[in-house]
Every structure is written in C-alpha cells, then in structure tokens.
C-alpha cells in the first residue's frame, strides 16, 4: 500500500507557465483533496472532490482547476502561474463515509514560481 | 478570518515534561476536531481527534480536551520525547460538509532532551 503519493517532490516555473500536480491513492477513497500551505497561514483548501466526476472548490480556488476522472488521481493543474502560488501543495483523501474520518496526505509538492 | 486559530507559533519544552499545545475556533457548528502531527519534507500524519459529544479522549501519551463554551481545545502530551519534535496542526470539520476541514496554522514543538 502506497497510500498517497504525489508528483513532483519539487518544481520551478516561471511566471506564465503551466503544469499539473499528480496526486495518485490507492486506498479505494472517495474523497480528495488539494491544500496549500504557507508560513503563518496552516493548510488551506484549494478543490475537492467526493468522487469520480464530482468536483468542488475550496477556500482559494482561484488560479487552480482539477479534474476526477478516475478513484484513484486528483490532478491539480496550473494554467498560468503565478509568484503568488509559490507554495507546498499537499493532497490528501479520505474514506469519505459518514462518520468519523480522518484524512490521509501525501507527502507534498514544493512549487516556486519566479 | 480564519476559523481555527493557533496562537503559538511555537513551543519549548524539556524532554519528560508536558506539552499543552492550544487551538481556538470561531464555529460553534464544528462537530469534530482532529490533530495533525508533521515533520519536515514529509505530509501530515493523524495523531487524534475528538467529536463535539466529548469533552476528552485519550490515546497513549497523547489526551486531547475539548471545551466547547469556550470554543477551544487542547492537546496534551504526556511526558514529552524529542520524536514529538514537529508541527502540530489542529483542525475542524465543516458541519455541514463532513469531508471539509479547517486547520490552524499550526505550532511547532520543539523537545529538548
């Protein structure tokens, strides 16, 4: 069992570029997710997902689309970046059954954006 | 405005004491609230939780309490080793979406042996 993995481990763009952040489970999860991290700021939600085909946004959604073709990939795409997303990108998924769950990560994305 | 808040951006403390690390909430609706511990380069990990019809759950070293009327909680650990050194960052589950949680900005502990 892998759990959560995630492609790259680091990445620089340059302004303007695109790209698409991999993140790849094979727990059978229904839900994942994409959060950002930045100093001072904790781990915010960028896009989820409750299952194939079924997408939403998150607190800062903007700049990012996903797509959920499949249960197993979530990939995070970049169209045009940009300084601001210069970040650490984690996914993570989970069960997503009622209840009580708690949320698998993948060990994370650094992305710098000149 | 941030909904989870963590006021300490960091704590000291000697190894074989206790740790208290502290987070605040705004939503009196969060129903669930779960611990996150994570070291550097790697993903956070689950360490515990805690549902809104407890006010206190225990897991070896590690207790988390939940004080509701002052929509805070804290986690406790008991004694203190230099592996507990990492981030730990709370978080809260959306009441009206159970897949959605908030987290804090997180606290850094560091366990001097």
């Known amino acids: 069992n892998a759990g959560v993995t995630q492609t790259p481990k680091f990445q620089v763009l340059k302004t303007g570029q695109s790209m698409t952040l991999q993140c790849a489970q094979d727990m059978n999860h229904e839900y994942m997710s994409w959060y950002r991290q930045d100093p001072g700021m904790g781990l915010r939600l960028i896009h989820y997902?409750?299952?194939?085909?079924?997408?939403d946004q998150g607190e800062v959604p903007n700049g990012y689309n996903v797509s959920r073709s499949t249960t197993e990939d979530f990939p995070l795409r970049l169209l045009s970046a940009a300084p601001s997303q210069t970040s650490v990108y984690f996914c993570?998924?989970?069960?997503?059954?009622?209840?009580?769950?708690?949320?698998?990560f993948g060990p994370g994305t650094r992305l710098t954006v000149l | 405005d941030q909904q989870v808040k963590q006021n300490s951006p960091s704590l000291s403390v000697q190894e074989g004491r206790i740790s208290i690390l502290n987070c605040d909430y705004t939503n009196s609706m969060f129903d669930y609230f779960l611990w996150y511990k994570k070291y550097p380069a790697e993903g956070p990990t689950f360490l515990i939780s805690i549902s809104s019809i407890k006010d206190k759950n225990e897991d070896g070293r590690f207790t988390v309490f939940l004080n509701k009327s002052a929509k805070h909680l804290s986690l406790h650990i008991v004694p203190s080793q230099p592996g507990d050194s990492a981030v730990y960052f709370c978080?809260?589950?959306?009441?009206?979406?159970?897949?959605?949680?908030?987290f804090g900005s997180g606290t850094k502990l560091n366990v001097k042996p």
């Open positions: 993570a998924s989970s069960p997503g059954l009622a209840g009580y769950n708690e949320q698998f």
């Open positions: 978080a809260a589950r959306d009441p009206y979406n159970f897949n959605k949680f908030y």
């Open positions: 997902s409750v299952g194939a085909g079924i997408t």
